[in-house]
């Protein structure tokens, strides 16, 4: 176990340095650059000239990311043109927010997804498994961006049951908490919700046809006891391993989500970098996020032995 | 009464919560929901009105904007022009306090001006100083190189502020360092959650009525929380729900659908922003041609192209200054609306079908808008047009690149009539535009201090650039702003004003 999670450890390096890379690259194909937005639009060009060299942008391409890589080696992100502070504590300070928002996102997802595709499962081609499934569809097609604005129309403006935005830590006030960040994470784990749901039930149909489950079912033991105890953590296994894709749909998702809901999180910082043309900031937080993404996945693959004894990692 | 101990305990402390919890509630936050964060709450480092909304509740310069910007005093209470205007003597006021206590002399007002002079983004509009001292602890004395019409306004703009002098040295104010005078005292900055201030209890009011941001000035509520809403739709739902309490940037549509509501009152931000269309008048490019321009001047109907960008809100007229400067000079150029001459102008220019490039952005709805408007309009009189559209960065960087013939721009409200200096002089404007004519009347406009004269040599400008076609005033658009029933004192101006205004209990 441990060889193989070291090996899945080092594979990840060329992934995160071709994350580094698309990173720089992407956002210098843009036009305009940090120069240009940081001054007024009366800037002459003489006085962007100087900004250009103080911010390092007059050096070739590869000398910068070089410079920058080599600074990222040390646990350096550099530091934000815009906010004046350094990339890492401008992360940092957004990170809880952000983990708070997916986390429940990816809670209502796993709960009402889950859920959802077991009483489809066993209702299998009666209403209730119609119904989800129909639920399901409009879940998919839905635009997030668009979800998120009815269910503040509805919920926050006329119901006033939810407020209209804003981020209050859970872990100050668990009540408030759940409430302003409520309306935000089910917008955003909706789509997901729907999605393991399918996945739930389709496993659960096909786990529910095998041999173990017959004998189960033959040794005389109820219905509910056969598919909630022996079925269901067999089914879950497909679940677990699109987990790691879904947080990393869901930190994207976040984006749009944390503009919607003048959310204070990662997305939000990032829209407005890439709109300031904050090299550092952008480059910097895609990084991380590839961090995160590719720490989620390895953990998901090594989990696998909590769920399914036959997998060894020898 | 208890004999138990524990118990007298516990009730000491219920009463104290409960007089501590009447006193919290008692106290006022008025949250306001605006645009976008501030960049940077330094003032002599930022150009942007995020950063001036909180810097004038924070800070106080020299002198001030009455109402109808006329120069008021603020921290100076009088001052003196020599007569070949070249020398101005300032009063400092007496008795004003910092929020860190100290008290305010000229040799701060002097440290302040220095780091204009030397790092401050709008220095250049100090570049005629030649000379600044104290000659006593309330007295500034400044020399200039020529007489310079636009000093006051120069100094009234709310990003000119006076800091104590053991902070200039700073190459970037945060946190404990933003120290003003103001009604309202800086408490932190989260980015992208608010600006929070409170209630400067030392300010003492100055003589006047309330004008612009000069005046008496009273801090009616204890907290002022600005709050970036980039969404627009959140920014319209917060108003409704009464989480903002003022909200600047209502949408059209919302705002309309509010307008009936009993709980929140819809004002109109008069001549928020004219849209402009810069034209390229490089020889190069199409536009270089003087019968393209005028042929592209006759195409465009405003009154159609007013109606679809601002859905009306707003009134059509080419007068490029405001106040005092609006004039109708050169109104024989501007919306013309007539086919046939544009089509006589293209054939005079023998156009022979090159594509007129139009770059525009999303970030300005009322830009964009326009935009297709224009290429509608141009194509109908015959021109071929592509349009190019970029987010606004983006669009920046493109012009200036020089590779356009048409970039859609706007001019926010802007006091004086200098400002045009960047865009029309040869040497930094943005289209090339480069008139002798213009230059000279530039020059003159900044010399003058006669208003009367001043105010013809701008018109004298205007009918110029119009005639040229150096570029085209679209028209002038309003902007929705909230405020919640129980908000008063609130007045839309071009800067978001948080003293006077009261939350009824």
């Known amino acids: ?314 | 009464m208890t004999r138990s101990p524990i118990a007298r305990g516990l009730l000491a402390v219920l009463l104290g919560t409960l007089v501590l919890g009447a006193g919290l509630a008692s106290a006022q936050t008025l949250r306001i929901g605006y645009l976008a964060g501030p960049p940077t709450l330094d003032p002599h480092l930022s150009t942007t009105r995020a950063t001036a909304d909180i810097a004038i509740n924070v800070f106080e310069t020299l002198v001030g904007y009455g109402e109808d910007f006329s120069p008021q005093p603020q921290i100076a209470t009088s001052w003196e022009v020599s007569p070949d205007g070249l020398v101005y003597t300032f009063d400092i006021r007496q008795g004003v306090t910092f929020h860190d206590g100290s008290t305010l002399t000229s040799e701060d007002v002097l440290a302040s001006i220095e780091r204009i002079r030397e790092v401050g983004a709008y220095r250049a509009r100090l570049a005629d100083v030649t000379e600044l001292t104290a000659p006593d602890e309330y007295t500034i004395q400044l020399t200039l190189s020529q007489p310079n019409a636009s000093l006051f306004s120069a100094f009234a703009d709310p990003l000119m502020a006076i800091l104590p002098a053991e902070v200039v040295d700073s190459p970037e104010l945060t946190g404990e360092q933003l120290i003003g005078t103001g009604p309202f005292r800086f408490v932190e900055w989260l980015p992208d959650q608010h600006v929070r201030l409170a209630k400067f209890d030392e300010y003492v009011q100055h003589e006047g009525e309330a004008s612009g941001n000069t005046g008496a000035r009273v801090a009616y509520v204890d907290e002022v929380l600005f709050i970036p809403v980039p969404e627009e739709g959140a920014r319209a739902a917060g108003l409704q729900t009464g989480e903002y309490h003022i909200v600047d940037g209502v949408p059209y549509g919302a705002g309309r659908r509010l307008m009936g509501s009993d709980e929140v009152e819809i004002l109109q931000f008069e001549q928020y922003m004219k849209p402009f269309i810069y034209i390229n008048q490089q020889e190069t490019r199409p536009t270089g041609d003087i019968n393209i321009r005028r042929a592209i001047q006759a195409a465009l109907d405003h009154d159609e192209i007013f109606a679809v960008a601002a859905e009306g809100y707003g009134t059509v007229d080419p007068s490029i200054g405001f106040g005092v400067w609006t004039t109708d000079a050169g109104s024989e150029y501007f919306n013309l609306d007539d086919q046939e001459l544009a089509r006589e102008y293209l054939a005079a220019a023998n156009y022979d079908g090159t594509p007129i490039v139009l770059v525009t952005n999303t970030d300005y709805d009322v830009m964009y808008r326009s935009a297709l408007m224009i290429e509608r309009q141009l194509k109908e009189v015959g021109f071929e047009v592509e349009v190019q559209v970029y987010d606004w960065a983006g669009s920046r960087a493109v012009r200036d690149t020089f590779e356009y013939d048409l970039f859609i721009s706007g001019h926010l409200l802007q006091v004086d009539p200098t400002v045009i200096e960047f865009h029309l002089k040869g040497e930094t404007s943005p289209f090339a535009y480069d008139d002798p004519v213009a230059s000279d009347l530039l020059d003159q406009g900044r010399r003058e201090t006669d208003l009367a004269k001043r105010q013809e040599i701008y018109a004298e400008l205007q009918r110029r650039v119009y005639e040229q076609v150096a570029w085209i005033k679209l028209f002038d658009q309003n902007t929705f702003q909230g405020t919640r029933a129980d908000v008063s004192g609130y007045k839309p101006w071009p800067y978001i004003r948080a003293w006077n205004v009261q939350i009824a209990d």
């Open chain 1, 1 to 314: 176990m441990f060889t193989y999670a070291l090996q899945r450890l080092v594979t990840t390096i060329p992934t995160v340095l071709i994350a580094a890379v698309l990173a720089f690259v992407l956002i210098r194909l843009a036009p305009g650059d940090p120069a240009a937005a940081f001054l007024s639009p009366e800037a002459t060009q003489d006085e962007i000239i100087v900004v250009q060299q103080r911010l390092g942008l007059d050096q070739p391409l590869p000398v910068q990311f070089v410079y920058w890589f080599g600074n990222v080696l040390r646990g350096d992100l550099g530091r934000s043109f815009f906010l004046g502070r350094d990339v890492l504590t401008a992360i940092g300070e957004r990170i809880p927010a952000t983990l708070q928002l997916t986390g429940l996102a990816l809670l209502f997802a796993l709960v009402v997804g889950v859920s959802a595709g077991i009483i489809a499962a066993i209702n299998h081609n009666r209403l209730l498994d119609r119904i989800v499934m129909v639920f399901s569809l409009f879940g998919v097609s839905l635009p997030v961006f668009w979800l998120g604005l009815m269910l503040m129309w509805v919920f926050a403006v006329n119901l006033r049951w939810f407020p209209t935005g804003g981020y209050v830590p859970l872990f100050g006030d668990l009540l408030g908490g759940l409430k302003a960040t409520a309306l935000p994470a089910i917008s955003l784990g909706t789509l997901h919700a729907t999605l393991t749901a399918r996945i739930t039930r389709s496993s659960m149909l096909e786990v529910m046809r095998k041999d173990f489950a017959r004998t189960a079912r033959s040794k005389g033991l109820s219905e509910r006891k056969v598919n909630l105890k022996h079925v269901l953590r067999n089914a879950l296994i497909p679940v677990v391993t699109v987990l790691g894709v879904t947080l990393g749909a869901l930190l994207s998702g976040a984006v749009i989500i944390e503009t919607v809901f003048t959310y204070p999180g990662i997305g939000r910082l990032v829209v407005r970098a890439v709109q300031q043309r904050d090299y550092n900031l952008v480059q910097g937080v895609l990084l991380v996020v590839t961090g995160i993404y590719v720490f989620v996945n390895l953990l998901v693959d090594l989990s696998y032995g909590l769920f399914d004894p036959r997998i060894r990692y020898d």
